[in-house]
T-cell receptor
Framework: QKEVEQNSGPLSVPEGAIASLNCTYS??????FFWYRQYSGKSPELIMF????GDKEDGRFTAQLNKASQYVSLLIRDSQPSDSATYLC???????????FGGGTRVLVKP | DAGITQSPRHKVTETGTPVTLRCHQT?????MYWYRQDPGHGLRLIHY???????DKGEVSDGYSVSRSKTEDFLLTLESATSSQTSVYFC???????????????FGDGTRLSIL
């Protein structure tokens, strides 16, 4: 079992719709959770981070964390073609803040 | 954008040659990291540093060494490059410290390394 798992996709979403991405992790000691966006040929770019159970909203993005069920999700509202990218979930146990990444979910937003 | 510069951006070299990649930051952050990204494996941590001369291994450290003689520079060295080390290498920095260890990491633009 991989430590951090994501559906590789592609997740195809009509423009204006909500994209829902999920990530599960195996280590219950995980404390910090991050979502990165990566365009093809570019570096990962931080979108959201969440530390506590519940929802955290930032613009069109909402991160949801459920530590009991060991999953973290990312919602993208009013999806735009520019949101087409690979979204990486990353998890840290805090010590050294070392990140373990999932394989990423490719999102395609179609006009 | 976080002040992170990776050099070189692209490099092609031959098996058996030494290679050094440089990561330079202007943020004065304590933590610096080296990752590699490969299809089917995602991003994997190679080594990281939590201060000058303080480094530790990551998930895929075999065949790599690092050095950090100044806060701003973190070097990754492949002593004798192999074709399996062909990859895209990313440096990351974090403002984490002893009292707040969960700060996000920010990534440089990457180095595309090809070993023939």
């Amino acid at each position: 079992q991989k430590e951090v798992e994501q559906n590789s996709g592609p997740l195809s979403v009509p423009e204006g719709a909500i994209a829902s991405l999920n990530c599960t992790y195996s280590d219950r000691g995980s404390q910090s959770f991050f979502w990165y966006r990566q365009y093809s040929g570019k570096s990962p770019e931080l979108i959201m981070f969440i530390y506590s159970n519940g929802d955290k909203e930032d613009g069109r993005f909402t991160a949801q964390l459920n530590k009991a069920s060991q999953y973290v999700s990312l919602l993208i509202r009013d999806s735009q073609p520019s949101d087409s990218a690979t979204y990486l979930c990353a998890v840290s146990k805090a010590a050294g803040n070392k990140l373990t990444f999932g394989g990423g979910t490719r999102v395609l937003v179609k006009p | 954008d976080a002040g992170i510069t990776q050099s070189p951006r692209h490099k092609v070299t031959e098996t058996g040659t030494p290679v050094t990649l440089r990561c330079h930051q202007t943020e004065n952050h304590r933590y610096m990291y080296w990752y590699r990204q490969d299809p089917g494996h995602g991003l994997r941590l190679i080594h990281y540093s939590y201060g000058v001369k303080d480094t530790d291994k990551g998930e895929v450290s075999d065949g790599y060494s690092v050095s950090r003689s100044k806060t701003e520079d973190f070097l990754l060295t492949l002593e004798s490059a192999t074709s399996s080390q062909t990859s895209v290498y990313f440096c990351a920095i974090s403002a984490s410290n002893n009292s707040n260890s969960n700060q996000p990491q920010h990534f440089g633009d990457g180095t595309r390394l090809s070993i023939l």
